[in-house]
């Protein structure tokens, strides 16, 4: 199957050209979309998408991700293997998360235009010209091989990594993505925190870390572990973001202990 992730909105056509060209090259290929609500240009949330679900599809599933500011610009259009399934886009540090859970393989530059649209791809649309066509060429079967040249796996563009350290107190993070409830997602991982008991600090705000949204009162925040597998700001019944005025990049702590 072929998976899309972008940030198209829906407003526009963009998307059903999208699937337009994998249906022309594997009309019986199932296609998931994943979100297409990215705000524009959002590579942070992009990493984070694709990393929360890259681990719940089969392995041979190729994921086509274009959230491309630089689109017609001198940054390459990659295809890549990894041991968890494969990837379509461009090479600007969206892979950059889910490369750190599963091995890269192979990668290769897409120079190939003999899979492309057209040898004379638009400057503003790599999605419709470039990478639909490959990720359709890719689950008929064909290998990287014959796609480009292969590029080394160290090479590839990777994001500054998402705040987080660790302190004789605990750990100290930061928000990496804020989603559609207004739930603020932390950079802490479960499974940095073991048993033990925990609350979180933003700013001069203390939050408490019940296990579930109802043993708090509506309207009352809490930070909890998602399912995602990171630690969560979030307000039973609201929005933590407009709540407690929360943006990407923010500085969490998490301290060890009962609230005093």
């Known amino acids: 199957m072929i998976t899309l992730l972008t940030d198209f909105g829906t407003q526009d056509a963009y998307v059903g050209v999208i699937k337009g060209m994998i249906a022309s090259r594997c009309p019986?290929?199932?296609i998931i979309d994943l979100t297409h609500a990215i705000s524009p240009q959002d590579l942070l949330a992009a990493r984070f998408l694709l990393l929360s679900a890259f681990p719940y599809f089969p392995p041979k599933t190729v994921h086509l991700v274009i959230v491309d500011?630089?689109?017609g610009s001198a940054r390459r259009a990659i295809a890549v293997q990894l041991a968890g399934g494969y990837f379509v886009g461009p090479d600007n540090g969206i892979l950059s998360g889910i490369a750190d859970q599963s091995?890269?393989?192979k990668a290769v530059e897409l120079t190939n235009p003999a899979y492309w649209r057209t040898p004379n791809p638009s400057a503003t649309f790599h999605g419709r010209d470039i990478f639909a066509p490959v990720a359709a060429h890719m689950a008929n079967g064909v290998p990287l091989t014959q796609l480009g040249f292969p590029i080394?796996?160290?090479s590839l563009v990777r994001l500054a990594l998402p705040?987080?350290?660790?302190?004789e107190q605990g750990l100290v993070g930061s928000l990496q993505y804020i989603d559609h409830f207004?739930?603020?997602?932390?950079?802490?991982?479960?499974?940095?925190?073991?048993d033990r008991p925990w609350h979180l600090r933003y700013g001069t705000t203390a939050i408490p870390s019940p296990t579930?949204?109802?043993?708090?009162?509506?309207g009352i925040h809490l930070a909890l572990v998602g399912s995602h597998g990171f630690?969560?700001?979030?307000?039973?019944?609201?929005?933590?973001?407009?709540?407690?005025?929360?943006s990407v990049g923010d500085f969490v702590t998490l301290e060890f202990g009962e609230l005093p």
């Open 28 to 30: 019986t290929t199932p």
């Open 69 to 71: 500011p630089g689109v």
């Open 103 to 105: 091995p890269i393989l």
């Open 152 to 154: 080394a796996a160290d």
């Open 163 to 167: 705040f987080l350290i660790t302190t």
């Open 182 to 194: 207004g739930n603020a997602v932390t950079t802490i991982p479960a499974e940095r925190m073991g």
């Open 212 to 218: 579930t949204y109802s043993r708090v009162e509506p």
């Open 231 to 246: 630690v969560e700001i979030a307000v039973n019944q609201g929005s933590a973001q407009h709540q407690l005025g929360l």
